[in-house]
T-cell receptor
């Protein structure tokens, strides 16, 4: 089955700086890669996703890049704001479900 | 608004009791899932269901049970056999769960279960 690894586990940045979170996956057949944001005490919310037919996707201050050859994808957040502070999860499809990375706790310091 | 509703938000269980967590969706999704989240950890799959009256064990099914009598509902029972049930439980649903086309993977707001 699919195995997803995520780094770093914690990330602290100054407001206005960029943040990058990286994930690797094991199954070369996987072709859909979502990112979720989880705020304290809430369920994860989808923030952006990418399919394998594109290498990059942007939505305002967030972007995701995909390198299928290396089997890794990354989340990029530019001009970070305090409200970006949360736990972020990457994921990839397994046989009958999604497999999630262990999460990255992002702290944006004002 | 379409979405997934989990209830209750907080649940307390005494030793030796079974408790049931509710999950209801009105997204017309075929597949539903239960995950367990421990502090500082990722999401571990407990059970999933691809269709009504069918469900499969995930990675950590021991001590849990589910049913899928209706498309909209996928309740999770935490039994007394689950020795360490204190955790945050998340329900999710999706349109499709094929390897090449998982779509609409949506989470509920979670239930925090505490053993007292």
């Amino acid at each position: 089955g699919e195995n997803v690894e995520q780094h770093p586990s914690t990330l602290s940045v100054q407001e206005g700086d960029s943040a990058v979170i990286k994930c690797t996956y094991s199954d070369s057949a996987s072709n859909y890669f979502p990112w979720y944001k989880q705020e304290l005490g809430k369920g994860p919310q989808l923030i952006i996703d990418i399919r394998s037919n594109v290498g990059e996707k942007k939505d305002q201050r967030i972007a995701v890049t995909l390198n299928k050859t290396a089997k890794h994808f990354s989340l990029h957040i530019t001009e970070t704001q305090p409200e970006d502070s949360a736990v972020y999860f990457c994921a990839a499809p397994n046989n009958n479900d999604m497999r999630f990375g262990a999460g990255t706790r992002l702290t944006v310091k004002p | 608004d379409g979405g997934i509703t989990q209830s209750p938000k907080y649940l307390f269980r005494k030793e030796g009791q079974n408790v049931t967590l509710s999950c209801e969706q009105n997204l017309n999704h075929d597949a539903m899932y239960w995950y367990r989240q421990d502090p500082g950890q990722g999401l571990r799959l407990i059970y999933y269901s691809q269709i009504v009256n069918d469900f499969q064990k995930g990675d950590i099914a021991e001590g849990y049970s589910v049913s899928r009598e209706k498309k909209e509902s996928f309740p999770l029972t935490v039994t007394s056999a689950q020795k360490n049930p204190t955790a945050f439980y998340l329900c999710a649903s999706s349109i499709k769960i094929m390897r090449q086309g998982v779509m609409g993977y949506t989470f509920g707001s979670g239930t925090r279960l505490t053993v007292v």
